[in-house]
């Protein structure tokens, strides 16, 4: 969702380099990525948080590590599931559940108001967004969004 002034989006690293994954953001025209990973560490090159961040910096992005919107481990599985299994549904109203608390909302109500000024993408590992928890974030950040511009 773009608006006049900025918006948001989401973004996976599945399937990509660093190289190829900045290329994108940089043609999106995004000025900082929002790390939504719990933990922002990767077995592929590039993608642990130092290495991400520096190299983010160097092409002209900022880069946050919001840990507070990540996705717990014991929850993870139930997003290989299609939302419509009982699994897939059980999960993700698990994770949104979880955005309710102090940390999370903070999180999103701080990075509904970036958005309403830049292009921000959300950084997590899967590729489709139907298979990770950034939609239900993106989900909740844009309603967020809405409530300011409306307001």
Known sequence: MWTASGG????GYEGKTLEALIKDLQALGITTLVDVRLNAISRKR?????????????AGISYQHRRELGNPRENRAGFAEESRTDAGRAARERYTDSLSGA????????????AGRE???LLCFEASELHCHRRETLAAIRARLEELVSA
């Open 119 to 121: 292009r921000i993408a």
């Open 8 to 11: 948001i989006t989401g973004v």
């Open 103 to 114: 940390g999370a909302a903070s999180a999103i109500d701080e990075l509904a108001e970036l």
């Open 46 to 58: 590039g993608f642990s948080k130092r290495a991400l961040g520096a190299a983010l910096e160097e």
